[in-house]
């Protein structure tokens, strides 16, 4: 198993080579990529117009889905699903499906683990494992869409939300976006995927020159850099004044809307004085914020803010001009909240 080729890492160009160098014909590659990607098939066996032997070599070489199912749990609110997957190695990473009314969303995972180490969130509590591979990214993607086949629904949007700082896995990622991307395969529009970061300052410069247009987040928490620096470690390296400005040269280059996620912390970082700062910060920017009432994760110092603390922020900000909204909270009874992915082993503890 160890020795076999990720079938998914793959680009259209790799996989190309790949079967016209077993001697099949071109047009193999394009029926191995729709079994794939548009109809989300993993099974090498229901791969129906491939001969047996083909099949069978695919089977032998390849390894088509790097995911074992390990748990799913469905949200009592009856719109949120996570599933928990088992990789080859062991290792455990989570992916969520939320959804909307005419648009399904899905959170992913592109490390198992995450090194950021912010104490509220329960991927930065379990710290680094690894990094997924592009194959690991997409065949989430996977997963969800073939669920939602049998529902006659799509995928509208990817969110790199999940577990990991995307942009310090930033080859991989980028690897599975151009997978998701490419219209002879998945074919999901770049601007209907987000990319959310810590704000790692010269991954935000090397995205604003992708000629994909996917969407930035990032995750302030905090408008002063005492604050950040306790809430956000990263931030004593990459304090505000350097992420803010590759923030504006980002919007410069790309002239997309940046989304600033904040999570309200009781008594942190939601005064009115916050709000002020934090609108200081961004102003004029093209942006949009999006507050998030802290959930509760295992041994966060922190808790969240309560809803009319939420709205007085948030009504602040509008004051002062800045677009604000509230984000959903879903799916906190089954731990597939914003910040509440870990896995399973942790789980039990
Ligand atoms: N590492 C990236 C990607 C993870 S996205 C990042 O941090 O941006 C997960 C989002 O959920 C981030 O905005 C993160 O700060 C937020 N989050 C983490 N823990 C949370 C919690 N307990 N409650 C609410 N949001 C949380």
Redesign the pocket.
Known sequence: MANKLALLNLSRIELKELIIGWGEPAYRVEQIETWLYKRHITDVSQMSNLPKTLRQRLVDECLADPLKLAVSLDSTDGRTRKALFALPDGQEIEAVLMRYDKRQTLCISTQAG?A?D?P??ATGQMGFRRNLSAGEIVAQVLYYARQLDREEKRVANIVF?GM???LANYAETWRAIRRMNDSTGFNLGARHMTV???GLVPAIRRMSREPEQVGL?V?L?APTDDLRDKIVPLNRRYPLAMLMQVIRDYIDATNRRVTF?Y?LMDNINDSDTHADQFAGLVQGLLCHINL?P??P?PN?PWSGSPDERVLAFRDRLQAAGVPTTIRLRRGIDIAA????LRNAHSQQK
């Open positions: 995450c950021m912010c509220f969130c939300m990991g700082e995307p959310s970061t810590v987040a995750s928490h996620e999570a998030i802290l959930n994760t966060s909240g914003c910040g509440q």
